[in-house]
């Protein structure tokens, strides 16, 4: 009789700790869930720092071009 609440015992305290370990893993396959649907909702965001970003770039580009030119650029209603 001993030794059957002996292997009872480590086999509660066996399935204890996996219960604990499942859990565990849950939580952080959850977590981990989580942050891939927040990277994807913000890869796919256009958001006003994006337009910014561009914006400010398609300015630089034209003020480059602009700088790069021997002539003033004629007005448009002398073209």
């Known amino acids: ?3 059957g609440r ?3 015992f480590v086999l509660a305290l066996l399935g204890s700790v996996s219960l604990i370990l499942a859990a565990e893993r849950l939580v952080q396959a959850h977590v ?3 942050q891939d649907t927040q ?3 913000l890869a796919s965001a256009r958001s006003d720092w994006f337009q910014g970003t561009v914006a400010l770039s398609f300015e630089r580009s034209v003020t480059q071009v602009a700088f ?3 002539t003033a650029i004629p007005p448009l209603s002398a073209i």
Do not use: F, N, S, Y
Request: hydrophobic share 65%.
């Open 1 to 3: 009789m001993r030794l």
């Open 6 to 8: 002996i292997v009872l």
């Open 32 to 34: 981990k869930l989580q």
């Open 39 to 41: 990277l994807a909702g």
């Open 68 to 70: 790069a030119l021997d």
